[in-house]
């Protein structure tokens, strides 16, 4: 008879290596947004409307304008409130600082928190001295985009991510680019993982971008899928947008159809007609809403809307829904 083998008894594989876990980052140090000193000289902020208008609003709240006013205002916001089924980035930019980016994406980012019923995120992709946390009326930041993009995994929920986050008093969300010192600005990289992973959580991301030509703010244009540029009510300030919109209309997926151009006073009385300069930038096909000078914004610090003229209120509940009615039709 032939001989059986017997196979060979296995012998116990030794224990896989576990990976080891890396430690939780340590959380930073609160940060102050503004020296408390500074705070303390800045004084009472001002109302953006005058008593004596405000007094002569509210009589006219009687008329029958007041009726079209409201209907109006009705139509905005459902505009503003159109459901989306991804999170949708708006990116503010602008040629030059100064002329109120920061401004245009506070008052932005506020009005969809205010009209929106899901989760809103004011973006600082700025450089490391941005102000948008200031603006945001933030006191103090901890956690700052580079933090984020090491922390971010797909397992997170909303209210793991929330906790990296500055609450506003006004339900949204706030992601500093820093924690207020100078050290190396935000890059690609970072601006992209971070947004890519935020989409899931939040349906409107405003991202307050650095200035053109920065390589963050031409990534956030070309990747946003609606575009703010804004433009100050100025001879240069309107023909230096002119050149960005006339870029837009050459990248290969129409971004100047996705784009809106806010146009902002820096002064009370501006030389230049406002017509011909939004004139002037139409000619592109982008729509231009016009932002005008208010007392409260001019003062600086955080931005209160109960504070803010009616006519900036309604320019930015236009130009908001202007953005989510791009913002939305993008796939």
Known sequence: MPRTTQPPTPQPRPPAPSTPRLPAPPTPHPAPTLDPRLALAQGRPQHGDSALWRAGRTLRGLTASAAREVAEEARTAQEIQRPVTTGRVVAVTSIRGGVGKTTVATLLSRAFTHYRHDPVLALEADAALGTLPVRMGAESVRWACGDL?????????????????????????LLPASRGRVGAPLDVATYRTVTLALRRYFAVTV??????????????????????????????????????????????????ATTVVALTAPAPDMTLDAKAAAGHLRETGATVVPVPYDRHLAGGGAVDPARLAAATRQAATRLAAEAMHRAAKVR
């Open 149 to 173: 993009a090491r922390i971010l995994t797909p397992a997170m929920r909303l209210t793991d991510v929330t906790g990296y986050l500055v609450p506003v008093s006004d339900g949204g969300w």
């Open 207 to 256: 991202v307050d971008c650095e200035t053109l030509p920065g390589d963050v703010a031409r990534t956030a244009m070309d990747t946003a899928h609606a575009r703010v540029v804004v433009a100050p009510m100025t001879p240069e300030g309107v023909g230096g947008t002119r050149l960005v919109l006339d870029w837009l209309g050459q990248l290969p997926h129409s971004a100047l």
